[in-house]
T-cell receptor, first 111, second 110 residues
Framework: EDQVTQSPEALRLQEGESSSLNCSYT??????LFWYRQDPGKGPEFLFT???AGEEKEKERLKATLTKKESFLHITAPKPEDSATYLC????????????FGTGTLLAVQP | ETGVTQSPTHLIKTRGQQVTLRCSSQ?????VSWYQQALGQGPQFIFQ???????GRGNFPPRFSGLQFPNYSSELNVNALELDDSALYLC?????????FGPGTRLTVT
C-alpha cells in the first residue's frame, strides 16, 4: 500500500538550533516528492519539489534532500517565524500528479 | 500569493443536507485537485479534474462529486452530509505537476 510517514510528529527548537524533519515513503511510480508549509487554518504553501535521488533544493533557512526511500527537510538556525506544520507529499498517477500526504511535523521555534 | 481562491471561507450545515464548494484556479492551470483535511491530519485526495474530465479519484464515496468548467474553475459537491464530513476542504491547481493550494473552506456538519 502506498504511504507516506513523517517524523517526529512534533518538534520544539530554540531559536538558532538546527534540526531535520524526516519523510519516508513507499509509493509505486513516484512522480516527485513535495514539501509544503501549513500555518493554522490556512492552505498548504508550496516549498519544494524533488524528482530524483540525490537532488537537493534550498530556500532561505530550509534545505530539502531526497534518497530512494526518504526525504529530509533541514532547518538551519530557525527563527520563531518558521513555526508551522511541515507536510511532505508523494506524487503519483501520471504527469498531472495526485498527492499522498503524511500527517505532518508540527514545528515550534521558541525565541 | 498563489492565485487560487475558494469560497465560502466557512460553512455550517446540518447532517443530511447538501453543500457546494467553489474553487478558482491560478491563471494558466488546467488541473484542479480536491483534498479533505481532518483536524491534525494530512490532506486526503478526493478527486482530480483535468480539462473538464475526472482524472482520478481517491477512496471517497459517490456522494462526493465535482465539476470543472471551461475556465478551469471547479466545484465540489457533497450530498447527504455526515458528521465525519466536517473538515477543511482544499483545492489545488496545477500545470505539469506542482500543485498550489487555496486557503480552504472550513465545513462544519452538526
Amino acid at each position: 500500500e502506498d504511504q507516506v510517514t513523517q517524523s517526529p510528529e512534533a518538534l520544539r527548537l530554540q531559536e538558532g538550533e538546527s534540526s531535520s524533519l524526516n519523510c519516508s515513503y513507499t509509493v509505486s511510480g513516484l512522480r516527485g516528492l513535495f514539501w509544503y508549509r501549513q500555518d493554522p487554518g490556512k492552505g498548504p504553501e508550496f516549498l519544494f519539489t524533488l524528482y530524483s535521488a540525490g537532488e537537493e533544493k534550498e530556500k532561505e533557512r530550509l534545505k530539502a534532500t531526497l534518497t530512494k526511500k526518504e526525504s529530509f527537510l533541514h532547518i538551519t538556525a530557525p527563527k520563531p517565524e518558521d513555526s508551522a506544520t511541515y507536510l511532505c507529499a508523494a506524487g503519483y498517477g501520471g504527469a498531472t500528479n495526485k498527492l499522498i500526504f503524511g500527517t505532518g511535523t508540527l514545528l515550534a521555534v521558541q525565541p | 500569493e498563489t492565485g487560487v481562491t475558494q469560497s465560502p471561507t466557512h460553512l455550517i450545515k446540518t447532517r443530511g443536507q447538501q453543500v457546494t464548494l467553489r474553487c478558482s484556479s491560478q491563471s494558466g492551470h488546467n488541473t484542479v485537485s480536491w483534498y479533505q483535511q481532518a483536524l491534525g491530519q494530512g490532506p486526503q485526495f478526493i478527486f482530480q479534474y483535468y480539462r473538464e474530465e475526472e482524472n482520478g479519484r481517491g477512496n471517497f464515496p459517490p456522494r462526493f462529486s465535482g465539476l470543472q468548467f471551461p475556465n478551469y474553475s471547479s466545484e465540489l459537491n457533497v450530498n447527504a452530509l455526515e458528521l465525519d464530513d466536517s473538515a477543511l476542504y482544499l483545492c489545488a491547481s496545477s500545470f505539469q505537476g506542482e500543485q498550489y493550494f487555496g486557503p480552504g473552506t472550513r465545513l462544519t456538519v452538526t
